[in-house]
T-cell receptor
Framework: EVQLLESGGGLVQPGGSLRLSCAASGFTFTNYAMGWVRQAPGLGLECVSS????????YYADSVKGRFTFSRDNSGNTLYLQMNSLRAEDTGIYYCARAGPYFLDYWGQGTLITVSS | EIVMTQSPATLSLSPGERATLSCRAS??????LAWYQQKPGQAPRLLIHGSSTRATDIPARFSGSGSGTEFSLTISSLQSEDFAVYYC?????????FGQGTKVEIK
């Protein structure tokens, strides 16, 4: 059974940093690209970033480019999203998802990030 | 960036009725179009990919169609568990973009 479990969310002040993790299990991790999708409170979905199976290729939404870094540890089946210079508009639920191969076929339950002073 | 536009914003229907949701892309995405269902407090769930291929364990009452810039999702006979928000997403280009969602609510 495919499982994705996010962690690392919480309350952070504007300008602060946070690192999200996503532990994956139930599939051959290196065979899949992965992504982060966020959802602001009461709003729609935004693809934040994606990473190839070997970790060599990443994509970022313009809204987070230069501030967020997406990486993966293929030996530990874990994803990381390092978020710096956080802004109020980064507030929301962050989901990690498996790209199977391009659409998102499995999603974690999400972790909430609140950027506020 | 490809803009995805869904209509209507809200669809008020009764159980057993047919629901038809629309999604339009600002430029062609061929058949690189997925539909997701999201219920309150839950993560989105993949329903359809490749415009018309049902994902694993998705009931046959869900069907998708379209190519290029015009797509639709049809639920042939609404069940109580189908009342939710539905999103389309293009995966032809980066950034992958979602529509703003269509809420299917009980009339």
């Amino acid at each position: 059974e495919v499982q994705l479990l996010e962690s690392g969310g919480g309350l952070v002040q504007p300008g602060g940093s946070l690192r999200l993790s996503c532990a994956a299990s139930g599939f051959t991790f290196t065979n899949y690209a992965m992504g982060w999708v966020r959802q602001a409170p009461g709003l729609g979905l935004e693809c934040v970033s994606s990473i190839s199976g070997d970790g060599r290729t990443t994509y970022y939404a313009d809204s987070v480019k230069g501030r967020f870094t997406f990486s993966r540890d293929n030996s530990g089946n874990t994803l990381y999203l390092q978020m710096n210079s956080l802004r109020a508009e980064d507030t929301g639920i962050y989901y990690c998802a498996r790209a199977g191969p391009y659409f998102l076929d499995y999603w974690g339950q999400g972790t909430l990030i609140t950027v506020s002073s | 960036e490809i803009v995805m536009t869904q209509s209507p914003a809200t669809l008020s229907l009764s159980p057993g009725e047919r629901a038809t949701l629309s999604c339009r892309a600002s430029q062609s995405v061929s058949r690189s179009l997925a539909w997701y269902q999201q219920k309150p407090g839950q993560a989105p769930r993949l329903l359809i990919h490749g415009s018309s291929t049902r994902a694993t364990d998705i009931p046959a009452r869900f069907s998708g169609s379209g190519s290029g810039t015009e797509f639709s999702l049809t639920i042939s006979s609404l069940q109580s568990e189908d009342f939710a928000v539905y999103y389309c997403q293009q995966y032809s280009n980066w950034p992958r973009t979602f529509g703003q969602g269509t809420k299917v609510e009980i009339k």
